[in-house]
């Protein structure tokens, strides 16, 4: 599903003239974002298992300026109170990340890098995690990672805050981040940020079967 309506997104945008004399390589600087093997891997992985607002949500966190963090982990076997339930009332699983509710809301989305390097979901918080810059990555199943890595810092890359809020309540039914579309100006973006996104997305359009492109 993804992979066809992301098909016919990027379709439309690349039929218009979005690499421009601005967008080629002249002067741009080599823009070592910490994203640009996020998107690759988004593009190129299995598209079909990609939830929708994936590509969109990396593509834009482009923009944003990395961040160092303070980052722990933790799972059900250590978690506040051994519970395997989150703030939000959903339960503890790889993907999510507690973090400072003065400072994030439920449903905010971050990247952080290496060693943890996945798009991860704000949807829990804990006694100990403390700080705008400070995150407990769920590694349920994995406890000996909570022990192995301790506290260490790493890059993250904030890609859509929802506002901070005392009650979380519980996640509402069928949730998901928002969803943006892949406008020209973003794909433009990208494309003078990282020539190597350029150079995926016009494979990605070439390989594209005919009833696709036709999209
Ligand atoms: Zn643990």
């Known amino acids: 599903m993804f992979f066809a309506a992301g098909m016919i997104g990027l379709m439309t945008t690349l039929q218009q003239p979005v690499w421009g004399a601005e967008g080629g390589a002249k002067g741009s600087v080599d823009f070592d974002h910490p994203l640009v093997p996020v998107v690759r891997r988004v593009i190129t992985g299995e598209s079909g298992k990609q939830p929708s607002w994936k590509l969109p949500m990396v593509l834009n966190g482009l923009r944003k300026r990395p961040i160092t963090a303070i980052c722990t982990t933790y799972c059900e076997k250590c978690s506040d109170g051994g519970g395997r339930g989150t703030r939000w ?14 400072y994030w809301g439920p ?21 100990a995690v403390k700080g705008a810059n400070r995150f407990d990555v769920c590694v349920t199943g994995h406890h000996a990672l909570c022990t192995r890595w ?10 859509h805050r929802t506002q901070p809020r005392r009650r979380w309540g519980r996640r509402p039914a069928g949730w998901h981040p928002p969803q943006w579309d892949l406008t020209t100006e973003l794909v433009r ?19 594209a079967p005919g009833d696709l492109r036709a999209g």
């Open 189 to 207: 973006f990208a494309a003078q940020r990282v020539p190597s996104v350029r150079s995926i997305l016009m494979t990605l359009l070439a390989e």
């Open 150 to 159: 301790g506290k260490f810092k790493a890059t993250y890359v904030p890609l």
């Open 107 to 127: 449903g905010s989305v971050i990247y952080i890098g290496p060693p943890v390097d996945e798009v991860l979901i704000v949807e829990d918080t804990g006694g």
């Open 89 to 102: 009332g959903t339960r503890l699983r790889r993907g999510i990340v507690a973090a400072d509710p003065r």
